[in-house]
């Protein structure tokens, strides 16, 4: 069972090239499901920021805490869903009930 590192390279020259072939285009079959994936993830969670950064602004100013949480729970973004846990997570409970 003393194997020496040409055996080895012939044993792989032996076995021929194509099925690395295959495993390439297995993974790059993977690596495009995976974009199409975060694509479609990005679409589905898009949001208008800027009115979603305006509404909060407005919210902050004026103090209704309960209002941007609502406005928050509407959107569909992650922003919001980290500002809003944020906004949960530093402010009284009593500001948003």
Do not use: K, Y
Request: hydrophobic share 55%; aromatic share 6%.
């Amino acid at each position: 069972m003393n194997m020496h590192i040409d055996g080895v390279f012939r044993t792989l020259v032996g076995v021929g090239s194509i099925w690395v072939l295959w495993v390439l285009v297995g993974l790059s079959v993977l690596a495009v499901a995976a974009m199409l994936e975060r694509l479609l993830f990005f679409i589905r969670t898009s949001d208008d920021s800027a009115t979603l950064r305006a509404r909060l602004h407005e919210g902050l100013v004026s103090g209704e805490l309960l209002t941007i949480e609502q406005r928050l729970a509407q959107s569909r973004s992650v922003e919001a869903r980290i500002v809003s846990a944020g906004l949960r997570a530093t402010c009284p409970a009593a500001l948003l009930a």
